[in-house]
Structure formats: structure tokens, C-alpha cells
């Protein structure tokens, strides 16, 4: 039983040569891969830190010409576009000024985009085949407002790639403004919460007057549109809306409840009150909950015996929102009044409640 | 029984090929799925403006639950830094885990603390709370300080996740350095999700920070550790976190968050029990919320981002880092035999066919293997069995595997994220790939072989029970 380690034919020394061969070779190469990446990647840095102080002297002078200087500023301009990176790197500082710009100067710089045909760019990378590409002419376009595009644009709001499709939606907007929130009659897909916050952070800075009517997307199939909604009529303060959103309140979907009552507190809407208190009993704890917070916003005194009788059964969550409300009704005052009506145990969250008005 | 021997030795010799073999070939299918998955993350999230998320009101509100322990040097640094994320609506839950040394004083006086009346609903057991403390000046108001008795980490996080009220709350080490942006791209995955999968944890990388640059809280400059032993583990830790961590995301296979940092559904963690008050309760918090979604037949993710997030320094002796591994080692085994019944359990889907059995047979079981294959050796040098051309080959494969492995991490990492800019690291780096094979794994290696010593013999050994700081600042499992 001579030398019994990993017996085996002569070929298996042969395979076991050639592959430490390959995971060497492979190495070899990934170091030298490494080393080319870090080299490459510092070169165009020094490269883009160059063009971008050139390109920034070059639109200083180009914005403060006048018509005859900004032929030739222009002509400068038109040097860079012959070269693939000279022209991403001056696309990229071109919007990184007009990002801060607004009025005439954001104007000018739309006009060098488009007499540069560096919107013929974005339009191709818009049609790309490939989908990253396709957002970053998508971006490209909707941020210097370029209008001719936005039947391209709309059909990309229903694409079956969710980071294209929601690059195209917030792109709609951009451009189209409350007009653009068409899509979301058509809208099957699901509208996360994360695309609600952006659209919502895009419109929440044009004008209210302007807005759509929301009555047909509030009864929408789609309950992440009428959640979306929900959060617009909140930030507009959209009060003309309160019938419909009394009508949310029967909706099957309890989260589309709970941000209902959530809206009709901070819109001060005093007829949920009575449809509220007739739904309390059949509601699940989350929506109670809420409900209770509710008459706490409203503030209206009727309600105080309500709120009272839910404090007969201790339940921390329960107990300790009715205690918020009553002191939003009624003041601290009004809970030293019920203060000796309390179990020891309500009585510690009486105190939190307290201390949380400091 | 000359032939039974010759029997025995074959299957020993072969039973630890195959075995290597397969753990490389694992090692490389997870390293291309990540390598893939790190690709579409990258060009994906290229698009992403956070900055609209810090404004938005509507962004969900954050628990930040930060355990301490006798940290008093660094605790007023480490609360200043939790305070100025970059965040909308988050609190500081600091959990002052009944400190022998002057943590709290330090805290009342450098936040002006006021003890305050605070009452909390007891879903999960913990020990009791002495005091509760608020912030009198209003630029403070995120903070609360929670001071107990102390009961260890997994005590702590409980606490904390009785305290909260939100939706979501990041468990962290208090003495990490967060990049200001963590918690905006770590709830993304929760607001983004368009489909019935309910996202209920997501981690980041944890990157070290040993001789960073690191000023107010805040990291200010990256370098690579001067000390080998740290060298080699921030190589440990880019294979793991890039070369690992996507895959398993993408398999949708996670199994652990570090306790480092780490977003959670509240909601989810009460409901499956909170933390385990043992060893490893990152682990098994993981592994207990996803069987916990199993069983209630619900489908969820447990996302991983692959931008480092987290900054946190690691042992820089041999003492600390063998007792580190070895604590490893045995919350892994408790992990592991907690939830036994996952195993190759097809009702637990990836859980129990993919990720339990893969941490029981690779990163249980391969130090194990690894230990076995060496006493072996010693074995058949005694009895001058060894084929020493076979020996030397195998050893120059599994050699040339480890280094080609961690050059692609290398690789990884400058294709990437590129955090060591500075010149000659890249050098640096390729001097620890070629040495760490033969000095930092062995080592490793055999702290989580005691680790299983100690487990089976030492069971009462509790090194982390009272949240005992050895010197360094943190420790994660990467």
C-alpha cells in the first residue's frame, strides 16, 4: 500500500497541471485587467478634469455674449462633437449648468442643445435597443423640455421593463406637466411607492390651477394609482374632492382606507365623522386606529365621549391614540380631568402623552 | 484489512477533492451571478436622484436602533454622526445596555439629556428599562437615549424594536461610520417593489475602516490598512461582499444581514420573535424571518446593495481575531441546529433546498473538512504514503484557485466601486493576495475549528453575552 494519495492515472497529472496553468494565466490577467482599469479610469478623469475647466470658460463666455459672439462661442462648441468622449463630457456639463438655471440663461442653453444637434444624440439613445441607453436620452430630452418627443416618450410609459417605463413616466411629466398624469388611466402595472415620491416630487411644483380632473382615477382599478392620487389630493390641498373620498372609505383595499382618513383629517373634512363612527366597530384595529387619530385632527369637542368609551378596554396602541386625541380635542386639561378614571396602566400612558406636548 | 485500509484512505483522498472541487466550482457559479447582478445594479441605479427622496415628506420614517455598551470614548462621536444622516424622517434609538463605564454621563451631558416619562408596549421580553432621556435642545430631537440592564446585543435590539413605532428600523453596530447616504439607499428597495414580494430586510457592504481617515464621525478619507492582518481581510471581505453577496441576493437566498447595519420590517421581526439572545443573533434573525414568511406561505426578498455603506474596523491582533471567528463559529452551529428542520425542507423553498444546506456544507462544514484533510496528511507523512507529485500539484491548484478568486475581487472592485484610489494599492493588494492563503486563512481556519471545539466542549462559554468591546471598535461577519 505504497504511496496511496489520490491514486490515479497519469492523464489525472496532466489535468490537474493545465489547470493550475489556466487559474494562473487567469490571474496574470485579471491583475493586468486591474491595473488597465485603474490606468484607464485615472487618465479620463484627468481628461474630463481638463475639458470640463475648458468647457466651463466656454459657456461663461458663450452665456454673457451677444448675438454675433455667440456664433463664434458656438463654433468652439461645435469642435468638441466631432469626438465621442469631448462630446459625452460636454453633454454632461451642459446639464449639470442647466440643472441650476431657470429663465433665460436655462433658455440659451436649450437653444446651444438643439443648434448643436446634440438632441439628435438623445432622440438616437432614446431608440436604443438597449435600456439603459434608452433612459439616458430619455433624461436627456425631458430635462431641456424637448416637446416633439413625448409620443415616443408615452409609449415607453407602458413598457415592460419597470426602470425604463418609470424613467419614461417621470420624463412625461417633466415635460407635459399635470397633463402627463394621462398615463395613469391606461396604467396596469403596478406604480411603486418609490415612483409615487418622484412623480409627486416633480408636480409638486407646478401650478394647482392646472390640475386634471382626479374623480375618474380615485375610481381606478389600479389601487396603487388611487393610492398615488390620494397623496396629490394631499399635497394640493384638493378639498373639492371630498365626496369621492368619502366614497374611498368603503374601498375594499384597507390601505387605500387608512390613507383616505388619513387625507380627510388633514383636510379638516367634518362629514367623515359620522360615517367614520358608524363604520368604527366593523373596522380592523389598523383603520381604528387611524380613525382615532382622525378625531384628534378634527378637534371637534362631540366627540370626546367616543373617544372615552374606547379607553374602557386597555389596549396599548388603542389607549394611547384615544389619549393623543383627547388632548388635541381638549387640551392637557382634559386629560388631568379623566386622569382619575384611569387604570395605573392608562395612567403611564397619560404621562407619555404629556410629555410628548413638551 | 490491509484492503479495507486502502478503502478507507481512497475515500478520505477522494471524498476531499470532490468536496474542494465543488466548493470552488460553488465559488465560481456564485462570483458570475454577482458579478451579473452587481452589472445591473450598477446601471440601474446610475439614474437614481436621491437627493429627491431627502426632501420628499412622504418618505417612511426610520427607527435607527444603535446598542451600546461601554463605549464611552467614542459615543458622543458615533451619536453625532447617527444625527446627521443624510435622511428625512429618522430617530436615534440609543440603547444604553447598562454600561459600567461613564457612556450615559458622557451622553446627558454632550446632548443635555433629560429623563423624560416614556412608556412603550412590550411585544418582545427584555430587561428592564432604568430611564428614558430626551434631548432638551431641539437641534437633538431625533435622539432618545434608553438606558437598561444589561442583557446583551440581541437584548438591546429588542428593546429597541419594542420601543419603535415606525415601519422600518435599522439595526446597527453604534460604532460603525455610516456613509451619510445608507439609509436613503437601503429603504429604496422597500418603496420600489412593484410586484407581491414583500421586502423584509436588506443589508449593504461593510467595508473596513482601519486607518481610514475618519473626522467629526464622519469617513473623510479611505486608505488600505497599514497591518497585514487588516489587509487581508479587507480582501476577505470585497470576495465575500462582491464576489458573494449578490448572488445570493439575486437567488433570493440571504441569509445574513450583518448586524453592522441593516434595514428590517418591524412588523416582521416582532412577529417572528426579534432577535435570539445567542452568539450569532444576526444569522439566525435572518433565518428565523424568512421561515417565518415560509410558514405563513407569504413571498418576500431579502435584498442586498452592493454600495459600500458602512465603515467598521476589524481585529488587528491574532488573539482578537481568533476569538472573533470562533464566536462566529458557534453562532453559526446554534443557527444551524435552531432551525434543523429547514434542511433540504422543499417546503421552505430556497431556504431550505439552497441557502441552509449550502451554510451547513460550506461554511460550517469546509474549515471542518479543511482541518480533516491536513491531519490526514500529517497521517500518511508519518506512514510515508504521501505521493508527493500529487501533493505538490493539488497544493499548487488549490494555491492558484485562491489567488485567481481573490484577483477577481480585485478586479471586481476596481470596476466598481474603487474605493482604494490611491497610488500603489493596487501592489499592495496583490502582495496580500499571494500571502493571505498561506498565513491569514490557516489561521482562520483553525479559530473556527475551536470554535466547534469549544461549542461542543465549552458550551457555557458567553464572550458575548455581556457585549464585551476587545479593543477594537466593531466586528462584523462579512
Known amino acids: ?358 | 484489512m490491509f484492503f479495507k485500509n486502502e478503502l478507507i484512505l481512497n475515500f478520505l483522498s477522494n471524498g476531499i477533492l470532490l468536496y474542494g472541487a465543488i466548493l470552488a466550482l460553488s465559488y465560481i457559479i456564485l462570483s458570475v451571478i454577482s458579478a451579473i447582478e452587481t452589472n445591473h445594479y450598477l446601471k440601474k441605479n446610475s439614474f437614481v436622484n436621491y437627493t429627491k427622496i431627502l426632501a420628499s415628506p412622504f418618505a417612511p420614517t426610520i427607527s435607527i436602533i444603535a446598542p451600546a455598551y461601554n463605549e464611552s470614548l467614542t459615543i458622543i462621536e458615533n451619536v453625532r454622526s447617527l444625527l446627521s444622516i443624510q435622511y428625512v424622517n429618522y430617530e436615534v434609538l440609543l440603547i444604553n445596555d447598562g454600561s459600567t463605564d461613564d457612556s450615559l454621563g458622557k451622553l446627558i451631558e454632550a446632548y443635555a439629556l433629560t429623563k423624560v416619562n416614556y412608556s412603550f408596549n412590550k411585544k418582545l421580553p427584555t430587561k428592564k428599562v432604568r430611564a428614558v432621556y430626551r434631548s432638551t435642545i431641539p437641534a437633538f430631537k431625533r435622539l432618545l437615549v434608553i438606558d437598561k440592564e444589561n442583557g446583551g446585543k440581541a437584548d438591546a435590539l429588542n428593546l429597541g424594536l419594542n420601543i419603535s413605532d415606525n415601519n422600518l428600523v435599522a439595526c446597527i453596530d453604534v460604532d460603525c461610520i455610516l456613509e451619510p447616504d445608507a439609509l436613503l439607499k437601503m429603504v429604496k428597495p422597500f418603496l420600489e417593489n412593484e410586484n407581491e414580494e414583500k421586502v423584509i430586510a436588506a443589508g449593504g457592504v461593510i467595508r473596513v475602516a482601519n486607518s481610514c481617515v475618519i473626522k467629526d464621525g464622519k469617513l473623510v478619507e479611505v486608505k488600505l490598512p497599514k497591518k497585514f492582518l487588516a489587509k487581508s481581510q479587507v480582501l476577505e471581505y470585497m470576495r465575500s461582499f462582491l464576489l458573494g453577496r449578490m448572488a445570493w441576493s439575486k437567488l433570493n437566498g440571504l441569509l445574513l444581514v450583518s448586524g453592522a447595519l441593516g434595514l428590517f420590517d418591524r412588523k416582521t421581526m416582532i412577529a417572528a420573535g426579534g432577535y435570539n439572545k445567542i452568539v450569532g443573533e444576526d444569522l439566525e434573525l435572518v433565518t428565523r424571518i424568512r421561515k417565518y414568511m415560509d410558514e405563513k406561505g407569504e413571498k418576500y426578498k431579502v435584498v442586498y446593495i452592493p454600495d459600500p455603506l458602512c465603515w467598521t474596523e476589524v481585529p488587528e491582533n491574532y488573539k482578537i481575531l481568533g476569538n472573533q471567528r470562533n464566536r462566529w463559529t458557534r453562532g453559526l452551529i446554534e443557527t444551524l441546529i435552531i432551525h434543523k428542520n429547514i434542511f433540504f425542507n422543499s417546503s421552505y423553498g430556497i431556504l431550505g433546498v439552497i441557502s441552509y444546506p449550502y451554510w451547513f456544507f460550506y461554511e460550517w462544514l469546509a474549515p471542518i473538512v479543511e482541518f480533516i484533510a491536513i491531519v490526514y496528511f500529517i497521517f500518511l507523512i508519518v506512514f510515508n504514503l504521501v505521493n508527493w507529485d500529487y501533493f505538490i500539484l493539488l497544493t499548487t491548484a488549490v494555491y492558484a484557485f485562491a489567488v485567481m478568486f481573490s484577483a477577481l475581487s480585485i478586479l471586481s472592485e476596481e470596476l466598481t466601486y474603487h474605493q482604494y484610489s490611491k497610488k500603489g494599492v493596487l501592489f499592495k493588494l496583490i502582495i496580500i493576495v499571494l500571502l493571505e492563503p498561506l498565513v491569514f486563512h490557516p489561521y482562520v481556519m483553525w479559530s473556527s475549528v475551536k470554535g466547534n471545539f469549544n461549542f461542543v466542549f465549552n458550551r457555557k462559554k458567553k464572550d458575548w453575552g455581556e457585549m464585551t468591546r476587545t479593543g477594537f471598535k466593531g466586528e462584523v461577519i462579512p
Do not use: C
Open chain 1, 1 to 358: 500500500m505504497n504511496q496511496l494519495i489520490l491514486i490515479g492515472p497519469t492523464s489525472f497529472l496532466t489535468i490537474i497541471s493545465t489547470i493550475i496553468i489556466v487559474f494562473i494565466t487567469i490571474s496574470i490577467l485579471v491583475f493586468i485587467a486591474a491595473f488597465r482599469v485603474r490606468y484607464r479610469r485615472e487618465r479620463n478623469q484627468l481628461k474630463e478634469n481638463e475639458l470640463v475647466q475648458k468647457f466651463q470658460a466656454l459657456f461663461s463666455d458663450f452665456l454673457f455674449s451677444n448675438e454675433d459672439e455667440e456664433l463664434i462661442s458656438m463654433k468652439k462648441f461645435e469642435s468638441f462633437t466631432k469626438n465621442k468622449f469631448d462630446k459625452s463630457i460636454l453633454l454632461k456639463t451642459l446639464f449639470k449648468i442647466h440643472e441650476d438655471m431657470t429663465g433665460d440663461i436655462a433658455d440659451k442653453l436649450k437653444m446651444l442643445y438643439v443648434e448643436l444637434e446634440l438632441v439628435n444624440d438623445s432622440i438616437k439613445k432614446m431608440k436604443s435597443s438597449k435600456w439603459n441607453v434608452q433612459i439616458t436620452g430619455i433624461r436627456e430630452l425631458s430635462d431641456m423640455k424637448i416637446k416633439n418627443v413625448t409620443n415616443e416618450i408615452a409609449l415607453l410609459t407602458l413598457h415592460p421593463n419597470k426602470i425604463l417605463r418609470r424613467e419614461a413616466q417621470l420624463a412625461l411629466v417633466k415635460i407635459e406637466g399635470f397633463k402627463a398624469l394621462n398615463f395613469l388611466n391606461t396604467l396596469t402595472y403596478h406604480l411603486s411607492e418609490w415612483q409615487q415620491l418622484l412623480l409627486l416630487e416633480t408636480i409638486q411644483h407646478f401650478n394647482g390651477n392646472q390640475m386634471p380632473p382626479l374623480e375618474i382615477l380615485l375610481r381606478s382599478e389600479n389601487d396603487s394609482v388611487i393610492l398615488f392620487v390620494l397623496k396629490i389630493i394631499r399635497v394640493f390641498n384638493l378639498i373639492s374632492l371630498k365626496d369621492n373620498l368619502l366614497q374611498l372609505l368603503n374601498h375594499r383595499n384597507e390601505k387605500i382606507k387608512i390613507e383616505t382618513i388619513v387625507v380627510l383629517g388633514d383636510l379638516q373634512i367634518n362629514d367623515s365623522l359620522t360615517i367614520l363612527k358608524r363604520n368604527y366597530f366593523k373596522s380592523t384595529k389598523a383603520v381604528k386606529l387611524k380613525i382615532i387619530e382622525l378625531f384628534g385632527k378634527i378637534a371637534d369637542t362631540k366627540n370626546s365621549p367616543f373617544l372615552a368609551e374606547q379607553l374602557k378596554i386597555y389596549d396599548y396602541e388603542t389607549n394611547i391614540q384615544v389619549l393623543r386625541s383627547i388632548k388635541d380635542i381638549g387640551g392637557k386639561q382634559k386629560l388631568e380631568e379623566i386622569k382619575p378614571n384611569l387604570t395605573s396602566k392608562q395612567q403611564i400612558l397619560l404621562l407619555h402623552v404629556l410629555e410628548e406636548s413638551k
